[in-house]
């Protein structure tokens, strides 16, 4: 594989970010990705308190085995990647590539390690808050919002506020995209809009879909890393849904159906999450960008070791 494929204006596809242990080497990390890309000077943002931004945003997010800010920063970096690519370098508007980074940075703060079920379940005051819909995604961009009321954090400032305003709501439907209980309805839609519209980026509404598929193949595409990349993150993530269901047993409520530790097994469970989730919005984006190819083929190749593993009973946890 060239390795020019793994590298897109200056973004690498899969830096080691697991081995950056502090706040502060994954905030400097961060600042850095967002230098790089250039819609800090392009939009005339201010730095200094952009990084006072990513330090603080870094403290709101929890020690949780998956959904921590090192779920973030990976998040950050991969959408940077994606969006270096040829066809959306050239053709996303400037302030819709820092809305990516930026959304890709704050979508999962105070992810409490658990998922929306689990807080609808327990009656949490956050499902009340939000009438039991996208709960966590809700209270992510209601923590954003408060953050950038802050005189501290106003990287902002020099930005118009109606502008501001256009901006907070894209943030919002690309934190909303996040919330899988929509992911089967938008591959479906999405998948219609492509078969009936050419890909025009002067187009609000293609511009809408690019960016939430995006968004949405960014949050999930540690699955698409170098295999043993991914499986590190596979299991984190499990390490979460396997936690939850010990909790959702001990209170005799419903058990999700990735959750239970005693049936549910690593392999089969990333196989089946490659196979109907993630390999078909990766494949719809591949038509627009053709370097999502790439992608698409290493998904290819983890279902194909994930599934032989899981049919010679080989448990990656024993
Ligand atoms: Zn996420």
Redesign the pocket.
């Known amino acids: 594989m060239p390795d020019n494929q793994n590298k897109s204006g200056g973004f690498e596809r899969n830096p080691s970010i697991l081995s950056l242990l502090t706040k502060t080497q994954l905030v400097d990390f961060v600042e850095k990705l967002f230098l790089n890309e250039g819609s800090i000077e392009t939009l005339s943002l201010d730095q200094k308190f952009l990084r006072r931004f990513i330090e603080k945003t870094s403290l709101h997010y929890r020690e949780n085995p998956y959904?921590n800010f090192h779920?973030a920063v990976d998040?950050v970096n991969t959408i940077g990647w994606m969006i270096s690519l040829p066809v959306f370098h050239r053709h996303l508007p400037q302030h819709h590539k820092f809305l990516l980074l930026f959304t890709a940075l704050i979508?999962?703060i105070e992810h409490p390690g658990h998922n929306n079920q689990w807080e609808i379940s327990i009656q949490s005051a956050l499902a009340k808050k939000y009438q039991n819909e996208a709960v966590l995604e809700k209270h992510s961009l209601d923590v954003t919002r408060h953050l950038l009321s802050d005189p501290k954090y106003i990287f902002l400032a020099k930005v118009e506020a109606e502008t501001v305003g256009d901006w907070m709501n894209t943030i919002e439907e690309l934190v909303m995209s996040?919330d899988f209980a929509a992911h089967r309805g938008f591959l479906d839609d999405f998948g219609a809009y492509l078969e009936n519209n050419e890909p025009d980026f002067s187009q609000p509404q293609f511009l809408s879909w690019i960016t939430r598929a995006l968004m949405k193949a960014a949050?999930i595409a540690n699955t698409s890393k170098p295999f043993p990349e991914a499986m590190v993150w596979g299991k984190r993530v499990m390490m979460e849904f396997w936690a939850q269901g010990v909790m959702e047993k001990s209170r005799n409520f419903p058990v999700g159906p990735l959750n239970d530790p005693e049936t549910v097994k690593l392999n089969a469970a990333q196989a089946g999450f490659i196979r109907f989730a993630v390999l078909e919005l990766f494949q719809l984006i591949a038509r627009i960008e053709p370097g999502f190819q790439l992608l698409v083929d290493t998904l290819t190749t983890n279902l194909a070791i994930y599934d032989e593993m899981a049919q010679s009973g080989d448990d990656l946890f024993e």
């Open positions: 959904h779920h998040t979508h999962d996040t949050d």
